[in-house]
């Protein structure tokens, strides 16, 4: 059974519908155009763009999946909320995707920064598979916001963790048990919530997202399941340990993504909010940021800065107003800009000195000029200065929580935003302003890689002086919310002036401070965990590894490959990415059928 529709409306588990308010179209789009949107949706654009970087030359993959990733932004702007893609492959109904006023401008973001990643690969001269591989993590990611039931998001939610696994393991060297201590993690966190959603049908007999989540034990199961993919503390050891890990183009398009589909998931699982999800949130801003601020590698820094912005989100979801809910999406949208567009910059950086510690830079805002005015939008746009898309973001969110958040919260998310500036003024003066401390010869920059920083850029100076654009886009209500109104530039500007000042204080003592993971040394039980489980993957892939070879070797020589220079048993990496786009077109001429 097969079926494509165009209704309205999502509710929430309480019974009434969460705050979700979605625009009408621009575009009144005749019915057959509707039925071509909802019968292809996005993610297979991805799933294709994926087996053509594979097969095709280097220069034409890429360029093909730059044009089919960024499909995604008319796709979402134009699909008619409502519109659902319905089928019964297992004899029961799963709705494949489902388009409404909170997964649409997720979406769209998503389809924006997929392509941008994808030209960033190009010009930081990332391999064919790491493409691949990356077009398949981020095609699922887009899979699981457009999900109508929660079977079809967790069957995306492990693909998005067994791709991000095998990105970070393409990279090798010791990208290697980083990788496998990642799928430790999203192992863990994958079976909580697949208890969840097994105890969630078995409460309300339905998958629909539509219909909420149960109340009790499926929900706490849930929200610590996903908690795992949003880096609650405690739990967030994954994010700094394997971002800086693999080639700058496979932390470029994680930072994007798995955090981001996990704030999504967590609005649909607690639409009318709960406290200890709040307090999460800002416990996650106050101790990343100052993580952060220890960080003396540029990468492993932003790691840190990914959890406590992801800290705001979370706490705006947790008040369970619907200005909390625009919050939350506006601040996910334009945190996947500039953190992709500092994590480029972090990228460029390396591509071009050969390190990324701020020990060994220096110098850089002469000798890369371009480079270090992307820093500073984004840098601005993630510190909340007027002018830049965080400011409006963050102030939406502060707003929220000071209308009806306890106090102490709204205290925890404006110094967290202190230290945000704290550590970018030192992220900034340590890499560009000082001289350097040693010789950097630095490599040619390629126009490719000029061209994709600036077209970064622009979303985040555009939607902070045209907040419009951004707010009109957004599911739930601003109440109101001036960003530019005379009080929130008066915070802005002491939020800023307290963050500078207190850089030019800790400038000595931070100066001193080891390269070592910090967090390594603060949570022993957490990197003993995360690595004797890698250590048992690792040991458990070889020993299957060995039990598939002999069972090749039994089956004779036509299923052996013998191609001269290559290991027999083919790489897995490749495997995974055939099999999962098997799947895909197997699904879609399901749905065709």
């Given at each position: ?169 393409l990279h090798g060297g010791d990208a290697v048990r980083p ?112 993580m952060a601020v220890l960080q003396t590698d540029v990468r ?163 939607f902070g002086v045209a907040p419009g654009l951004l707010y ?122």
């Amino acid at each position: 059974m097969t079926g494509v529709s165009v209704a309205g409306g999502i509710g929430g588990a309480s019974g009434h519908p969460p705050a979700v308010v979605d625009l009408p179209l621009v575009v009144d789009l005749p019915p057959i155009a509707v039925q071509f949107l909802a019968t292809v949706p996005p993610w297979t654009a991805f799933l294709l763009a994926a087996v053509v970087a594979l097969v095709a030359s280097r220069r034409v993959g890429y360029a093909v999946a730059v044009a089919l990733t960024a499909l995604t932004i008319p796709w979402a702007l134009l699909a008619p909320s409502g519109t659902a893609l319905v089928v019964a492959p297992l004899g029961f109904e799963q709705t494949l995707l489902r388009v409404d006023g909170l997964a649409r401008p997720v979406a769209a973001v998503f389809g924006f920064v997929a392509a941008v990643g994808v030209a960033y690969a190009y010009a930081t001269g990332a391999g064919r598979r790491t493409n691949a591989v990356a077009l398949a993590y981020m095609g699922v990611s887009v899979a699981a916001v457009l999900a109508g039931d929660w079977l079809t998001l967790l069957v995306a939610w492990e693909l998005m963790a067994v791709t991000a696994t095998v990105l970070v393991w393409l990279h090798g060297g010791d990208a290697v048990r980083p990788a496998f201590r990642y799928a430790v993690y999203h192992l863990v966190g994958g079976v909580f919530l697949v208890a969840a959603v097994v105890l969630h049908y078995d409460a309300t007999g339905s998958f629909a997202v539509a219909d909420g989540f149960a109340d009790g034990l499926p929900t706490a199961l849930a929200v610590l399941g996903v908690g795992v993919n949003l880096g609650f503390v405690g739990l967030h050891y994954w994010v700094p340990d394997a971002y800086p890990r693999p080639h700058v183009a496979a932390s470029v398009v994680l930072a994007g993504f798995t955090t981001k589909v996990a704030v999504y998931a967590l609005a649909r699982l607690v639409p009318d909010g709960h406290a200890l999800v709040a307090w999460m949130g800002g416990a996650m801003v106050l101790y990343a940021v100052w993580m952060a601020v220890l960080q003396t590698d540029v990468r492993r820094l932003l790691s840190y800065h990914i959890v406590s912005q992801v800290g705001y989100m979370v706490a705006a979801v947790g008040i369970g107003t619907a200005v909390g809910t625009a919050g939350a999406v506006a601040h996910l949208s334009t945190h996947v800009l500039y953190k992709g567009l500092l994590f480029m910059v972090a990228g460029a950086l390396l591509y071009r000195t050969g390190t990324e510690s701020l020990k060994r830079l220096g110098g850089l805002g002469r000798r890369m000029p371009l480079t270090f005015a992307a820093f500073l939008v984004a840098a601005l746009a993630i510190s909340g200065v007027p002018g830049f898309s965080g400011f409006v973001s963050k102030g939406l969110v502060v707003k929220a929580v000071d209308t009806a958040g306890p106090d102490l919260l709204w205290w925890a998310l404006v110094l967290g935003g202190v230290g945000t500036v704290l550590s970018f003024a030192k992220v900034g003066y340590y890499a560009f302003v000082r001289a350097a401390p040693e010789r950097l010869d630095l490599r040619p920059a390629p126009r490719t890689l000029t061209a994709v920083l600036v077209a970064t850029a622009v979303p985040s100076v555009l939607f902070g002086v045209a907040p419009g654009l951004l707010y009109g886009a957004l599911p739930g209500d601003t109440g109101g919310f001036a960003p530019y109104a005379t009080s929130e530039l008066a915070k802005a500007a002491a939020v800023t002036l307290a963050g500078v000042v207190g850089f030019a204080l800790l400038r000595g003592p931070l100066s001193r401070v080891p390269s070592v993971d910090v967090d390594r040394v603060l949570h022993p039980a957490a990197f003993r965990l995360a690595n004797d489980g890698a250590r048992w993957v690792i040991g458990a892939g070889r020993r299957a590894e060995t039990a598939v070879a002999a069972a090749l070797s039994l089956a004779g020589e036509a299923v052996r490959d013998d191609e001269p220079g290559r290991p027999r048993g083919g790489d897995l990496g490749t495997t995974l990415l055939v099999v999962a786009a098997g799947l895909g077109v197997a699904l879609l001429l399901v749905q065709l059928g």
